[in-house]
């Protein structure tokens, strides 16, 4: 299979993410330079998401593997983002269970979809879901806390946070009411 630029895309943010977590990792917690690079890591990673889909759509490069990975590249660089922000004592673990629950569950669903011969694409809750969950990662990881603007940043990671949690819970509830019939097709 030839990779068009979308596909490329896709494949780049899948390979930024082990790069991103080393980066975070390594630097630690208290590593603000390292936290830069790895803000400026994420948020490249980020803008191909953005970037691939625009491109697909415009130019109709719209293909089974895009519909597939895309989603699961954005997976991938966010619950790591927020692995390594948890082991950083940022995000609570109940956030990081409903996220990554939620992710199983579509990527199960997708897998009996896939199974039935169907595809089905990111919903735009999702999309939404994933903006979210991506602006709560670039302010966590930055984790201001000098003031006059500490004050701010806390409040603004804990408001992207809630957000982001309902968005997720919405998301999955949008995307099983518009496929239940999936579990209907399942081969015996």
């Not at 990673?45 to 954005?74: C, H, V």
């Not at 919903?123 to 903006?131: A, L, P």
Request: glycine content about 4%; proline content about 3%; overall charge positive.
């Amino acid at each position: 299979m030839k990779m068009n630029l979308p596909n490329k895309l896709t494949t780049l943010r899948m390979f930024l993410v082990p790069v991103f977590a080393i980066v975070i990792l390594v630097g630690g917690s208290e590593n603000y330079t390292t936290r830069i690079i790895a803000e400026v890591i994420f948020i490249a990673a980020s803008l191909t998401d953005m970037l691939d889909g625009k491109i697909a759509r415009k130019y109709n490069l719209i293909t089974d593997y895009g519909k597939f990975m895309d989603p699961l590249a954005d997976k991938l660089l966010v619950c790591t983002a927020m692995i390594c922000l948890m082991s950083f004592g940022q995000l609570p673990a109940w956030v990081l269970i409903i996220i990554i629950a939620r992710e199983f569950i579509i990527s199960g669903f997708r897998l009996v979809a896939a199974d039935n011969g169907r595809v089905i694409a990111a919903s735009y809750w999702g999309k939404f879901k994933t903006v979210f969950q991506m602006a709560m990662v670039i302010v966590m990881i930055l984790h201001i806390r000098v003031e006059p603007f500490a004050q701010f940043f806390m409040v603004l990671e804990t408001l992207l946070m809630y957000i982001a949690v309902i968005l997720t819970v919405v998301s999955l509830i949008d995307y099983l009411v518009k496929n239940r019939d999936v579990l209907k097709e399942q081969k015996v």
